[in-house]
T-cell receptor, first 114, second 116 residues
Framework: NAGVTQTPKFRILKIGQSMTLQCTQD?????MYWYRQDPGMGLKLIYY???????DKGEVPNGYNVSRSTTEDFPLRLELAAPSQTSVYFC?????????????FGAGSRLTVL | AQKVTQAQTEISVVEKEDVTLDCVYE???????LFWYKQPPSGELVFLIR??????QNEISGRYSWNFQKSTSSFNFTITASQVVDSAVYFC?????????????FGKGTSLLVTP
């Protein structure tokens, strides 16, 4: 099983450029999440989705957009990249509506905005 | 509001020492789940343990053990006889109904360095 696949693994952007981080899971999980990890700050929730067509903001959504047209895919869009968006981004998925979910995480995407 | 505090930013020990990583949480939910994840230098997140709020039994898995105390809102993690391979960042996390879609709310992490 591939689990949660994120692409690209690394990317350098110039200020003002746009890009999409791709996230795909093959476990038929309903719940999907995007986190960002900054040094010494833990992981913060950007957006989440409880199923196809349903998304909602997390703790730090500004500067990002998401869509969920299928169960498998949950792309994260950066419209106008800023240096503050330099971070490592993790996508995760979970199977059920429960706090007991053990989330499956992707390997991460390291983004640098210069 | 949910909050997870890992007060220890960095810990350095010599191999074979025991080390305890502290985790204190805040939540108004009566049903919640606590987790520990390991992030080795390679960067992936590795699930270690999940504990629900109704189960205060301590757990031991090999050299790892966890102490959950609701009275002090703590979920501490002890590594016995540490090894160099234990060097990583360790995250404590909380999940509850009032979280966004049961998202994990992470602490800032404790960086553990085990030297030979």
């Amino acid at each position: 099983n591939a689990g949660v696949t994120q692409t690209p693994k690394f990317r350098i952007l110039k200020i003002g450029q746009s890009m999409t981080l791709q996230c795909t899971q093959d476990m038929n999980h309903n719940y999907m999440y995007w986190y960002r990890q900054d040094p010494g700050m833990g992981l913060k929730l950007i957006y989440y989705s409880v199923g196809a067509g349903i998304t909602d903001k997390g703790e730090v959504p500004n500067g990002y957009n998401v869509s969920r047209s299928t169960t498998e895919d949950f792309p994260l869009r950066l419209e106008l990249a800023a240096p503050s968006q330099t971070s490592v981004y993790f996508c995760a998925s979970g199977p059920t509506v429960s706090g007991a979910n053990v989330l499956t995480f992707g390997a991460g995407s390291r983004l640098t905005v210069l | 509001a949910q909050k997870v505090t890992q007060a220890q930013t960095e810990i350095s020990v010599v191999e074979k020492e025991d080390v305890t990583l502290d985790c204190v949480y805040e939540t108004r939910d009566t049903t919640y789940y606590l987790f520990w994840y390991k992030q080795p230098p390679s960067g992936e997140l590795v699930f270690l343990i999940r504990r629900n709020s109704f189960d205060e039994q301590n757990e031991i898995s090999g050299r790892y053990s966890w102490n959950f105390q609701k009275s002090t809102s703590s979920f501490n993690f002890t590594i016995t006889a540490s090894q160099v391979v234990d060097s990583a960042v360790y995250f404590c996390a909380l999940s509850a109904f009032s979280n966004s879609g049961y998202a994990l709310n992470f602490g800032k992490g404790t960086s553990l360095l085990v030297t030979p």
